[in-house]
């Protein structure tokens, strides 16, 4: 057997044999075989994450779900699109084949951007449009500018301001900046008055100077020359400002109008936010262009830029809007609005081209006329577009003179028969007979309108025709029934105030009458004609409610009620005659109504007629034989006139007759006014025999024991007297009050506290006890008083008020605030406050809130004292005048002062001025650091 030569086993041999295997070959993997790894692959130091340079490399292991935790969640690992762990292509890289078809993709988008390029350009183009009209140029927005320059005078431009520094003082001195003092040895330099222009090398400044290689290293001069450092700065400055210029002409190279464009774009005109403003842009500009036809988003749009001050682009804005909405008016008037006085012309020409049927377009377009002819023109044109239009008559006849007016007003009525006031406005310009035609031809046109029966009866009675006037108002009340109107009460009551303001009272009164009982039910008509009449005299239609109360009392004429509410009103705003009118005719109908008659005695004898006033006292004692109020009244009458004898009968008549406990009192009075202290006790305890428990008689018996000396007396009868009368509260005042005038404090106080166990909850007692304390400088006690003072009565007034001076002058005003949360409307707190901001020096914040106190009780009359009494001190004497007038007006008779000295027998015929001069001479002047306790 012969050897094969080499060559041919050479040519047999299969390419791959004797090759290293593949990276990561695994053989047999195709017939189900696993590779297998064992340790002499390996080897001991080898990691087993590293890859494998055996032809058998270690299988891939994979990653168990516990393994997760374990991820790289870094920051510096994320990758936006990839998210965490890098690339999702890592593992393969990028080979030839992806280059290649990168290199295509790209020569299709070229070649696609090629045939896009026309319709990118045009796009381009009109982007820039719309972007040269929301930011115009410079130019464009000072336009009309420039055009008004040309009317400005020398004159004018002369007196044009400088511009000032509108900065206020934060931003002028910024909290950033900090200015450093300069040292003392620098200061000392100075002292000797002469000016050194260089540093002293021993300062220590030298070394901070810039230039200066070591500290405290100067020039060779030996010291640094400050003028010299400022000519090489402004050399420099100079210098700058060379290289920012052209070389030809010294112009800078600067765009001044691309700098201005970029200050405009930066300094807001707009004190909004500007984001606000760029979202509305953008919202305005969706809906202009989801709906081009829609006006309010052009209009929008344009009132948008104009609040931001872009004004050219707001004009641009909305005369786009008159091409896409040629139909809206409202679009042609607000591009009239927006325009300049000769644009706005042009504009609103065409928008009568467009709509010449429009009013509103028409009466924009004479307002822009400057000339009153050129305005009527404008009328006469747009009324034979539109003769319907009320509004045009109207506007073009007030231009008119009367006779001119006579003649557009018939052509009027003509054109538009229904509107009532064409005819009554006719009917006002023309002669007495031929308004009677034209309202007749009124009430043919237009049989359902009230206002021209009513025009129609004020003619009447303007003419002296009195007897047509109801006959005019009752017709025209059955014709409007008849034609199915509603008869509505409130509409015609209106109706007949305004013609009493206009000067036709018969027309008033015979539209009340007829009108008032309409629709009003039997039981109602009392109550609703009262507050009729009311609200009339509120509104100041007084012969409204005189016309109602007239009719209501030919209805109720036995009501005493009505009568007094009529008397009331004729008092308040009526004359003395009418007032006496009317109450003879009261006591008439009502003879046992004792206020009528002595009503009409007062009157009398304010009048100074005194027999006149006798008279009807003696008729109203038939009328009334026994009654106290009369019997008081004529003492009364006869005591301020002087004549105390007659006065005196009048009493010992009454005691003799009716001996109430009034009667008692006043004749008592009587005497102790005059001075006869002895029959006054004696009146008195004839007048306690009968009725013990009439607090004023022992009030009266411990004063007069008082002014006589008997303190020991007087004060066993307040004793006595709180034990017959338990719940006057008058009676504990004055038995604590001498009690402690006496200096017995513990038993004022004791006294005090058995009134608060008898009268519980009475905001008085409290009161009188924390005075008390304050009285004798327990402050600490009085405040603790009024603590339990307010837990038992937290509404009180009187207690807020005197609450407030309790706290210290720091803490007043938040205690005022607590009190007027509690008691809003109560005048003790509000005066309060008043004397508050008067102790603070605001006197007019005071005299506010005395006014404020008057208004809501004017029947107290410490609140007029304390008014009067800064009046007296920083008021004119118009002022002073006006509080006095005011204050005898109101009549006041209540108040802690104001009853003291009121009621002291030495003023007893003293009047309301007086006493208001007496009461504001008494009180304190407020002090702030004074502890006040009024």
């Known amino acids: 057997m012969t050897t094969p030569p080499a060559a041919l086993l050479n040519k047999n041999k299969k390419n791959f044999i004797g090759m290293p295997a593949p990276l990561g070959y695994v053989a047999g993997v195709g017939r189900g075989a696993t590779g297998f790894t064992t340790r002499s692959d390996i080897g001991p130091a080898r990691d087993a994450n590293d890859v494998s340079d055996d032809r058998h490399a270690p299988p891939n292991k994979r990653k168990k779900k516990d393994d997760d935790d374990d991820e790289d969640l870094n920051d ?57 009209q929301e930011r115009p140029k410079i130019q464009q ?27 206020n003082r934060k931003q002028r001195n910024p909290r950033t900046e900090r200015f450093t003092p300069l040292p003392d040895s620098v200061l000392s330099h100075n002292l000797g008055g002469e000016n050194v222009t260089t540093i002293d090398p021993g300062s220590g400044l030298a070394s901070m100077m810039p230039g200066t290689s070591t500290p405290g290293m100067l020039t ?99 005369m786009k809007g008159c091409e896409m909405c040629p139909k809206s008016e409202d679009v042609w008037l607000e591009a009239a609005r927006l325009q300049p006085p000769d644009m706005a012309k042009a504009v609103i020409a065409q928008s009568v081209q467009t709509l010449p049927h429009s009013p509103r377009i028409w009466i924009k377009a004479a307002d822009l006329e400057q000339e009153l002819k050129a305005k009527k023109r404008v009328y006469r044109k747009a009324l034979e577009q539109i003769p319907n239009s009320e509004l045009l008559w ?38 007495y007979e031929n308004s009677r035609k034209v309202l007749n031809k009124a009430r043919e046109n237009n049989p359902k309108d009230r206002q021209i029966w009513i025009t129609a009866a004020k003619l009447e009675e303007a003419n002296g025709n009195t007897m047509l006037v109801s006959k005019i108002i009752e017709r025209a009340i059955s014709t409007l029934q008849a034609n199915m109107v509603d008869i509505n009460r409130d509409f015609w009551i209106k109706d007949a105030m305004e013609a009493e303001h206009a000067g036709a009272v018969l027309t008033c009164q015979s539209i009340i009458k007829n009108i008032i009982g309409y629709g009003v039910e039997d039981e109602d008509r009392k109550h609703i004609w009262m507050e009729d009449a009311d609200s009339c005299a509120t509104q100041g239609a007084f012969e409204c409610a005189r016309a109602i109360y007239s009719h209501a009392l030919s209805i109720f004429p036995k009501k005493k009620s009505v009568w007094l509410a009529a008397a009331h009103f004729e008092r308040s705003h009526g004359t003395r005659e009418s007032l006496e009118t009317l109450l003879q005719q009261a006591v008439t109908h009502c003879p046992q109504e004792e206020t009528l008659w002595l009503m009409g005695a007062k009157s009398k004898w304010l009048a100074e007629d005194v027999p006149a006033a006798r008279s009807i006292l003696a008729l109203a004692f038939k009328a009334n034989p026994n009654s106290e109020e009369i019997w008081l009244a004529a003492v009364k009458l006869e005591s301020e006139n002087n004549e105390y004898e007659r006065a005196r009968r009048l009493l010992a008549k009454a005691r003799s007759q009716t001996a109430t406990p009034k009667v008692m009192m ?86 005090l506290e058995k009134s608060r166990v008898r009268n519980p909850m009475n905001d008085e007692l409290w009161l009188m006890a924390i005075r008390l304390e304050l009285r004798a400088e327990q402050r600490e006690v009085s405040r603790s008083l009024m603590a339990r003072a307010l837990q038992e009565c937290p509404s009180s007034g009187i207690l807020w008020a005197q609450a407030i001076f309790l706290e210290d002058p720091a803490q007043r005003k938040s205690r005022s605030v607590d009190a007027l949360k509690r008691c809003q409307d109560d005048a003790h ?55 006095r007038k005011r204050c005898v007006s109101a009549d006041p008779h209540h108040g802690e002062h104001w009853s003291s000295v009121s009621k002291s027998i030495h003023n007893w015929r003293k009047k309301t001025p007086e006493i208001l001069q007496l009461v504001a001479d008494t009180l304190p002047i407020p002090v702030m650091n004074r502890e006040v306790y009024f």
């Open 76 to 132: 510096a690992n994320y990758d936006e699109f990839n998210g965490y762990g890098g690339s999702l292509c890592s593992k393969d890289p990028y080979d030839k084949d992806d280059e290649e078809a990168d290199a295509i993709y790209d020569e299709i988008d070229k070649r696609m951007d090629e045939k896009r390029r026309e319709y990118r350009e045009q796009r381009l183009k009109a982007e820039l449009e719309n972007y040269r």
């Open 141 to 167: 927005m000072f336009s009309d500018l420039k055009r008004e320059l040309a009317h400005v005078s020398e004159n004018e431009w002369s007196s044009i301001p400088e511009v000032g520094d509108a900065r």
């Open 220 to 318: 060779p001069s030996g010291d640094l020359d400050l003028r010299k450092i400022g000519q090489a700065r402004n050399t420099l400055m100079g210098m700058r400002l060379n290289q920012v210029s052209d070389a030809v002409g010294g112009q800078t190279v600067v765009d001044p109008k691309g700098y201005l464009t970029d200050l405009q774009s930066m300094i807001p005109q707009y004190g909004g936010d500007i984001n606000d403003v760029k979202k509305a842009r953008l919202l305005l500009k969706s809906v202009r262009e989801t709906n081009p036809n829609h006006p309010p988003a052009w209009i929008a749009s344009a009132r948008l830029e104009e609040v931001t001050g872009k004004i050219q682009s707001a004009r641009n804005l909305i």
């Open 394 to 431: 109207k506007l073009a006849v007030e231009l008119e003179e009367e006779e001119d007016a006579k003649i557009l007003l018939s052509r009027a009525v003509e054109c538009c028969p229904t509107s009532v006031d064409l005819w009554l406005a006719l009917a006002r310009l023309e002669k």
């Open 666 to 751: 006043k004749s008592a009075h009587l005497e102790w006014a005059l001075n006869n202290l002895d029959v006054a006790i004696n009146l008195l305890n004839e007048g306690l025999k009968e009725s013990g428990d009439f607090a004023k008689l022992w009030m009266m018996k411990g004063q007069i024991l008082e002014q006589q000396g008997n303190i020991y007396e007087a004060w066993e009868v307040y004793r006595d007297a709180v034990k017959r009368c338990p719940s006057s509260i008058p009676l504990w005042r004055l038995l604590s009050g001498l009690e402690e005038r006496q200096g017995r404090l513990v038993t004022a106080r004791a006294t």
């Open 829 to 883: 707190v509000v005066l309060a406050v008043a004397k508050m901001f008067w102790m603070d020096g605001r006197k007019n914040k005071a005299r506010e809130w005395f006014n404020k106190t008057v208004k809501i009780d004017p029947d107290l009359g410490d609140a007029w004292a304390w008014y009067y009494k800064m009046e007296i001190l920083f008021g004119t004497e118009d002022q002073q005048q006006e509080v």
